[in-house]
C-alpha cells in the first residue's frame, strides 16, 4: 500500500509586521489528498500563514516546502535565487483569494486559460478545452464570453476556482472564499468546494463556515495569535477540544449562529 505523499509543508514559521508578531513558529504539513480547514478568530494569522505558503508574503524565518523544493526565508525577503525557487512553489498551488483577483478585461474563458497558455505555455486548444470542462464542473460553461462585471459574486469566485484547477496544482488554497459574499450566494460557492473534496483534491481552507469545516476537513487547525492551540480531526476539534480557548471560540461561534 503506498502511502500518501507530502504535497506542502511549514516548519519554524515567522511572521511579523512591524511590532506585530502574527505567526510564531507555525509547524504543519498537507499530505496529498488531506483537506485542512484553518480556523480561529480575525487576526489569529490565518490568511498570513496560508499567504506565505506560495511565498506572497514571505516569512521572517522558517521553511517553506512545497513538493519538491524548498525556501528558507530570512528576514522577510527572497534573494533573487530564491524569487526563480518561490516562482516554481507557485507553479504547483491554485489561489482562491477572498475578493475573486479577475482581470477585469478580459472573459471568463480568457481569465480561466491564463496562466496554462502563458506561464505554462500550454497550446490554446488544450487551454481553452480544459478550461471549458472546469466551467462546466462549477457549473459556469454558459457563461465563457462573459465579462466579470456582469456576474455575481458566487460566480466570480466559481470562475476563480476554475482559474485555480486551471492550474492543475498539488494542492488549492482558499483564503475565506466566501467572505465576501452575500449570504444567499455562500452556498453555491461551498458546493463546488464539497465536489472537490470528493475528488480527493489537497486543499487548504481558511473559513468562518464551521459547519462546512466539520463536513468536509480531514484535518481542523485552530489558531489563537500566531501559533495552533488546536489540531485534529474534526470529531476531536469540534467535539472535545483539549484547548479552553478553542472551545470558547467555537461556543461563542455556535451561539451568535444560533
Known amino acids: 500500500m503506498n502511502l500518501p505523499s507530502t504535497a506542502l509543508s511549514i516548519a519554524g514559521l515567522h511572521k511579523s509586521f512591524g511590532s506585530n508578531q502574527v505567526l510564531r513558529g507555525i509547524d504543519l504539513s498537507a499530505s496529498d489528498g488531506d483537506i485542512i480547514s484553518l480556523i480561529g478568530a480575525s487576526g489569529s494569522g490565518k490568511s498570513t500563514l496560508l499567504r506565505c505558503i ?11 516546502t512545497v513538493s519538491e523544493d524548498s525556501l528558507s526565508p530570512e528576514g522577510g525577503r527572497l534573494t533573487r535565487g530564491q524569487e526563480t525557487v518561490a516562482r516554481r512553489m507557485r507553479g504547483h498551488l491554485g489561489f482562491v483569494f477572498q475578493n475573486f483577483n479577475l482581470w477585469p478585461h478580459r472573459t471568463v474563458l480568457q481569465n480561466v486559460i491564463e496562466a496554462p497558455l502563458f506561464v505554462q505555455k500550454r497550446p490554446r486548444a488544450e487551454a481553452e478545452d480544459e478550461a471549458l470542462a472546469l466551467l462546466e464542473k462549477v457549473g459556469l460553461a454558459e457563461k465563457r464570453n462573459a465579462w466579470p462585471a456582469h456576474l455575481s459574486g458566487g460566480q466570480q469566485q ?18 475565506e472564499p466566501t467572505s465576501a459574499l452575500d449570504p444567499e450566494l455562500v452556498g453555491e460557492v461551498l458546493k463546488v468546494i464539497r465536489a472537490l473534496a470528493d475528488e480527493g483534491r489537497t486543499m487548504l481552507i481558511v473559513t468562518h463556515e464551521m459547519g462546512f469545516a466539520r463536513e468536509v476537513s480531514s484535518r481542523v487547525v485552530f489558531l489563537h495569535q500566531g501559533v495552533i492551540e488546536e489540531a485534529g480531526t474534526p470529531e476531536q476539534v469540534f467535539g472535545n477540544p483539549s484547548s479552553e480557548r478553542c472551545r470558547a471560540f467555537l461556543s461563542g461561534h455556535f451561539d451568535r449562529n444560533r
Open 54 to 64: 506560495p511565498l506572497l508574503e514571505v516569512p521572517d524565518a522558517g521553511t517553506v
Open 158 to 175: 466559481r470562475v476563480a476556482i476554475a482559474r485555480a484547477l486551471a492550474q492543475r496544482p498539488r494542492a488549492i488554497l482558499f483564503d
